[in-house]
């Protein structure tokens, strides 16, 4: 009988330990759905603006397919793992996506066909029949220039961007690079970036592409032809991001061992330190790959340079800059040596008066064997010009050609042989001009703040601070400039009626950035207190063009004024596009879901893949709010119990990172076992001196109305009882059930800014709903202090803030958790509307403890 006993108690544990290791399995696989969908996210919005940018560009249709089709499967994808996240509460977002995805290729079906199987290897003489979204943009632009007889292009050949996945995908490369990537920190050293790149330098190449790409290189080698090997990204030399000097480009490859050496460096150097800061500070994902690798034959140059078509510093002048210097070119694309300047009319003519010709005492040249190698120039040589009239008058000629094919201002990099033929190795847009208006004068005052230039141009405005969603909703009656803390998505229903756009936060790539560029509104983000130091600033100018703020002359002033048209006289975006780019606008690019939490965000509004992007994103990140409450409640042994030094108790499962814990596991661990970076903020507000987790001596600092509340009720999870947190180094999800509210906070603070957030959600309490909604007008009160969006609703506050670097992110983080004790059993206290403001105060400036207010209320209970 006793052993009977023993074997049933035994099969109880078992069932208990297996339900428990199922729980921890479960939450572990939604907290990387979840991840899987931020990073699909990032995508998604970078797919949007590159779309929102060709439905404007001049020729730009052509690429607007494989652009299209792209985002339609990332956006499916979306959807799938939301319905994973969330089963059968979306599943009508699947005939929404189908429905638009149909319309989508609908209007693409008389444009450019999806193609099939797509080629891993493509020569440069027949690409520009590709998708340029397989090619990127330099191979391309040189596909598309050999057709023009007066240029003169390499031969070459392409691996394109599928061809390029394939060999990040194979054997688990992609997987090993983003499980280190989560790994770094915010300031990733060389030797970080050196560990992801030695991955890709060792890994094989899949057999398909490892033939295709010698197959195609063969002839070259055959008749003693080298090769340059180069990027060609997607990212890269386009209208919003250059990515001049990030990647690296091998020269004079002269055989297969080589060239297979150089098609990893090439793709490695796409996670370089240098292109993994440059991604950062541009706001796109650093895991995001869309590179192809452009193979042109080596031209043995003589003499070789870089070509802008217009002055940067004054492009209005129409002077065309050349520079040159002996040898290959990449000693002048990277500054390594002295290279003569000449300065060109529209017609070739040559300003001797400011040309300057250098001494040149080495240049770069081809190595036999492979390589390139430094040797001297000879001194007979080193002070002569490199470039006859004649030469010069044939850049100038290519100058002006190169402009009015490409519709934009050209940055240029040419080579000359020995027989003194010129050759086109590349051409992009010159993107410090982009048309924009020149910077003010270094002369005049300062900027009164500088940031991010996420979309271009200048415009002057009246600031308004937008503080809330109310701050919004009166359309502008003059010239307005908004000044915000975040990059608030509601602000794009008004920002075709407004001038200019300020924001604290944000990146170049999120919402509300791509919706400024779609109607040429100025939008700087990045600008760190804009919200604080410009609120009096009154008129401004923005420079969207340059990232800098300035205070608005009077003929600014009055020209705006003069120019300022109400909403009803406005031609909308729409209005001014062909027809196939309206109706692309409409289903891809367009935002009509703002208002997280209003009525109007749901599926039946979803009209574009813009909309679908913001809808699987907000709720993907509601649906972890309620990843695993009860499933925890089942299984207190299957997550860390914390030691506090106050009395709230956090029951902790890591879900990858989160906990540092050394030989055997204990339930009970102590706060320094947390490395969360975004737990470890909270806690820290959480353990603040001077917050009021318990009844204080003597009773309530508001009176007898708190004291006996805190005597005649017991709450749903009172203090004591735990509250849950799942973890990973760089996440954090909170539910926390205290005296009859809960208040739920989920966090990311990891390397890429675009991807950080935090939302916080508290509802509920025990006094009644008056009360209860002063404390939630309060809490909105402080949020929107420190930054956030609040929305409060009765006794709901939801709040976000988004897109924030990590030190920011910690620093809200710990205000967060001060309001976990602060606000406790302040509903209680709410007697008169005027306590909301007085409390928001007492909090703002410190007194967590309310005891200035109630030194000058003195001892009386509040009005009920």
Known sequence: ????????????????????????????????????????????????????????????????????????????????????????????????????????????????????????????????????????????????????????????????????????????????????????????????????????????????????????ARPFFKNNRGLAVRSSSASEDGQLHSFAGQFTSVLNITNEQQLLAAFREVVASSFSARSLAYRRHAGLDPLAFDMAVLCLEMVAARVAGILLTRLPQDPDSGVILVSAVPGLGEAAVSGSAAADLYYLGRDGTVDHTRSVIVAKEQRLACQKGGGVVWEPVPRALQEQTLLQTAELGTLARWAVDLEEWAKTPQDVEWAMDQAGDFFLLQARPLTTLQGQPPPRSSSGPPPLASGIGAAGGRATGRVRLVRNRQDLVAEPTEPTVLVMPQSFVDAANILPLVAGVLVDLGNPADHLACVAREHAVPLISGLGDASRSLADAGWVTVDGSHGQVHAATEEEIAAAVAAWQPAAARQTVAQAMPPLQQELRELITALNLTDAYGPTFNILECHSLHDIVRYVHEKAVLAMFNAGDVTLEENLGAVHILDAPVPFFVSIIDVGGGLALEGRTMRRISPDRVVSRPFCALWQGIVTPGLAWGPPPGGSPMGSVVSSWLTDHKSSRPIGMPNYAMVSRDYCNLNARMDFHFTMVDAVCAVEPRNNHIQFRFKGGGANLVRRQRRAICIGTILEHYGFLADVRDDLVNATLQGAPAAVIEEKLVVVGRLLGFTRLLDAAMGDDGMVRQVADAFIQGDYGLTNLVAAQGDVAPNG
């Open 1 to 216: 009988m006793l052993g009977l006993v023993k074997k049933i108690i035994e099969q109880h544990r078992a069932r208990r330990l297996l339900r428990r290791t199922e729980a921890i399995t479960l939450l572990k696989a939604r907290y990387h759905a979840f991840r899987a969908v931020l990073a699909s996210n990032a995508r998604a919005v970078d797919a949007v603006t590159e779309i929102a940018m060709r439905l404007h560009a001049v020729g730009g249709e052509a690429e607007l397919a494989p652009l299209a089709r792209r985002l339609i499967v990332e956006t499916r994808e979306m959807v799938e793992k939301l319905n994973w996240l969330e089963p059968d509460r979306h599943r009508l977002l699947f005939a929404t996506h189908r429905r638009i995805a149909s319309a989508i290729e609908d209007r693409l079906a008389t444009s450019l066909p999806a193609p099939v199987n797509p080629p891993l290897c493509v020569p440069l003489g027949s690409a520009a029949a590709a998708p340029a979204g397989q090619l990127g943009n330099k191979a391309s632009v040189l596909a598309r220039l050999t057709a023009r007889p007066e240029f003169r292009v390499p031969d070459g050949f392409v691996v394109t961007l599928p061809g390029c996945r394939l060999f990040l995908e194979h054997q688990g490369l992609s997987l090993g690079l983003a499980r280190l990537m989560t790994r770094l920190t915010e300031t990733w050293s060389a030797d970080d970036s050196r560990e992801l790149q030695e991955l890709i330098r060792n890994a094989p190449l899949p057999p398909p592409l490892a033939t295709a790409l010698l197959d195609a």
